[in-house]
């Protein structure tokens, strides 16, 4: 039987888990005392060779012996392979369990969707409940050796009530090699279709509802036969095993305590029992024992599953379910909170402190921001603050395209740009007219290189004077210098002022020109 002990430890106190290293069921003690009572004796059997039986000549070839078992013993990677493997079996052990066929969500399934109060409409409910079971009893008779021993033959499960007579003869007709343990499964969607064009079942939409409970269910069965079928690799399991027992072997000569007169290097106590040594041996040995427990949680150890416990419980509950409980329904009234707006259970006085402490609302809840950081600012005020502060992901993209005026840009960013486009174009001499107009140092275009035009003048390099002031009524609109870019067809018509700063490549050139 399972053992439990989830009440010892419902609250974490001081020592705790130290109520829990007295129990002998299911212990590591009673799982492990048989080794450490041999290992234990043949320390003692080499230790009484060594100092009564050897004679002088004889003991340094035993203290070499020993040296050299305990300088090498330790290469041996214990804990790296023991470890991955008792992860390994912890994780296929809850899986198992995981897999046990519950047929719960099939009976409520049942209970709602096979109709029927007479008395051909309760026999095709607790048929098909008991064709489920059935199913759940011949796996777990497959795969547990405590179902077995409770019905060794199929004449024992006929007379048992999960089958019947003449059930069992169709059960043996058919022949098979293999395990028959899913042919309840089938009897079962055969009764449901049957059910299904009697009426019994309404809709199409509950029938393949109630298939997909039974699929789930029959699932897991097959979970078992598998789990059962497919064990850990056994070379998996002997590496660990030789592993532990060769390690502990070199330890049952190396952690012999030798002559301190002699002057051996961590020789200098002589004792005749090795503490730390079977510390170390209880807990490799019991974590190889917890791997063996586990590896087949369907035998009948202190905590293998108690399998016979959930076959009684599943038939008993699930033929109450579907038979008993059938269109069963108390009495409608209203609830004791019908006209509360606050509904709230109440509470003991153990718990009455529950009360005063507060439902948690989210971990933002306690977050505190200052006064000032609360405050919503427009959009129109914060374009300066951004403009001021460091730049932003885009920022560049932005002004690249938009070539409106900045500070400490002049009149304009666009002006900056058209001047070093400008000596550019004069770089390789192929400027349209209307670039040429606004200024050209080609001696052949026939233009005055002392044309007025904000591209030439060496001034405008340097920050313009700000402009006069207007009259209150008009608005001041800076001026931006648009350069007409030369295409095939001449010049770009409506041009778009150009991207503002830019890095130029030809900074020197616009230097020297200035």
């Keep these: 039987m399972t053992v439990t002990y989830t009440a010892r430890v419902a609250n974490a106190r001081f020592g705790g888990f130290s109520k829990l290293l007295l129990l002998w069921r299911g212990s590591i003690y009673k799982l492990l005392y048989r080794e450490v009572l041999v290992f234990l004796g043949g320390y003692l059997a080499l230790s009484a060779i060594y100092r009564f039986i050897l004679t002088e000549s004889q003991r340094p070839y035993f203290e070499k012996l020993v040296i050299y078992c305990d300088q090498y013993a330790n290469l041996i990677p214990v804990s790296f392979v023991l470890g991955f493997y008792v992860t390994l079996v912890v994780n296929r052990w809850w899986s198992q369990y995981t897999s046990m066929p519950l047929p719960d969500a099939l009976m409520c399934t049942i209970s709602g969707s096979v109709h029927g109060r007479d008395e051909r409409g309760r026999l095709y409910r607790r048929t ?11 796996i777990l008779r497959s795969v547990s050796t405590a179902v077995f021993k409770r019905f060794p033959t199929m004449d024992h499960v006929v007379e048992a009530g ?49 298939m997909e409970k039974l699929d789930q269910f029959r699932a897991k069965c097959g979970m078992l036969f598998h789990y059962d079928w497919i064990s850990v690799p056994l ?83 699930s033929m109450l379910a579907v038979d008993e409980m059938y269109d069963d329904l108390p009495l409608l009234e209203k609830d004791l909170y019908w006209d509360a707006a606050d509904a709230r259970a109440p509470y003991t006085a153990a718990t009455a402190f529950m009360m005063h402490q507060p439902s948690f609302q989210g971990s933002t809840f306690d977050i505190t921001l200052a006064k000032e950081d609360m405050q919503f600012q427009r959009m129109e005020g914060m374009e300066g603050q951004l403009g001021e502060g460091p730049p932003v992901p885009g920022d560049f993209l932005h002004r690249l395209l938009a070539g409106g005026s900045g500070p400490g ?43 007025s035009g904000p591209l030439l003048d060496p001034a405008s390099d340097t920050e313009p004077a700000p402009p006069a002031a207007a009259p209150a009524s008009s608005s001041v609109e800076p001026s931006t210098t648009v350069v007409v870019v030369p295409t095939a067809r001449g010049p770009t018509p409506n041009p778009a002022p150009l991207p503002p700063w830019l890095p130029s490549p030809i900074g020197e050139e616009e230097e020297n020109l200035a």
């Design 128 to 138: 098909l409940m008991r064709y489920a079971v059935l199913s759940a009893v011949l």
């Design 409 to 451: 840009l002049g009149p304009g960013p666009s002006t900056i740009l058209g001047r070093r486009l400008s000596l550019l174009r004069r770089k390789n001499s192929c400027v349209s007219e209307a670039s040429t107009t606004a200024g050209c140092s080609c001696p052949d275009c026939g233009h005055d290189d002392s044309a």
């Design 235 to 317: 070379v998996y399991t002997q590496v660990v095993t030789i592993a532990v027992y060769s390690f502990f072997l070199a330890c049952l000569i190396g952690r012999q305590f030798l002559d301190p007169t002699k002057g051996y290097k961590n020789h200098t106590m002589d004792l005749c029992i090795p503490i730390f040594t079977l510390l170390q041996f209880f807990f490799y040995v019991g974590w190889l024992k917890v791997a063996e427990q586990l590896i087949n949680p369907f035998g009948e150890d202190d905590d293998d599953f108690e399998t016979n416990f959930l076959i009684d419980r599943n038939f008993q509950v």
């Design 162 to 210: 999960f089958m019947t007579r003449e059930e069992r003869k169709k059960f043996e007709s058919l022949n098979s090699s293999y395990n028959k343990y899913w042919i309840p499964c089938i009897w079962f969607t055969n009764l449901a279709a049957q059910a299904r064009k009697e009426g019994r079942i309404r809709d199409s939409s509950t029938f393949k509802l109630l």
